[in-house]
């Protein structure tokens, strides 16, 4: 069952990478990073069997919401000074 579960996380990790990199407006690219690091945090604590994995999906999952929010306040700030 566990195989199966990697297998999704990795399938939709893949799907999101690939959006992100075609969708030519960057606005549009956020939500599909977004998944794709969801998916890469399911990746991550699922294929190892240690407890160390959790700490290290928690640590990617927090530095890649951090990363993507930090692009977003930048793009809004962006946004703001052409207005």
């Known amino acids: 069952m566990t195989e199966l579960v990697l297998a999704i996380c990795a399938v939709i990790a893949v799907y999101a990478a690939l959006r992100a990199v075609l969708e030519k407006n960057t606005a549009k690219k956020l939500p599909f990073v977004t998944v794709m690091n ?44 052409q207005t």
């Open 38 to 81: 969801f998916a890469v945090t399911g990746v991550i604590a699922l294929i190892l069997p240690h407890p160390l994995t959790l700490v290290a999906a928690a640590a990617y999952l927090i530095g890649a919401t951090l990363e993507a929010n930090a692009i977003a306040s930048a793009m809004e700030k962006l946004r703001g000074e």
